[in-house]
């Protein structure tokens, strides 16, 4: 019965992981300000720029500057 309730549990978790990564592409005025600026001059060197952003990963940056930056051709 405890592997049951353990399963149940992992199914619990992930559905929470999923709803904190949404949330997390919500950045704040300060996050954005910071990301135009460290973009103006290192450019797409999203590493550098999400090691100025505690709790941030490249492909966060990324996929958020992607979002809503992006021209499209």
């Known amino acids: 019965m405890a592997d049951l309730d353990h399963s149940s549990e992992d199914t619990s978790v992930d559905s ?3 709803n904190s990564q949404d949330s997390k592409l919500e950045f704040s005025e300060d996050e954005e300000t910071l990301i135009i600026r460290m ?6 060197r999203w590493s550098l720029i999400a090691g100025r952003i505690p709790g941030r990963t490249a492909e966060e940056i990324e996929k958020y500057w992607t979002s809503r930056y992006s021209t499209s051709e």
């Open 39 to 44: 973009y103006n001059l290192v450019g797409e």
């Open 16 to 18: 929470r992981e999923e």
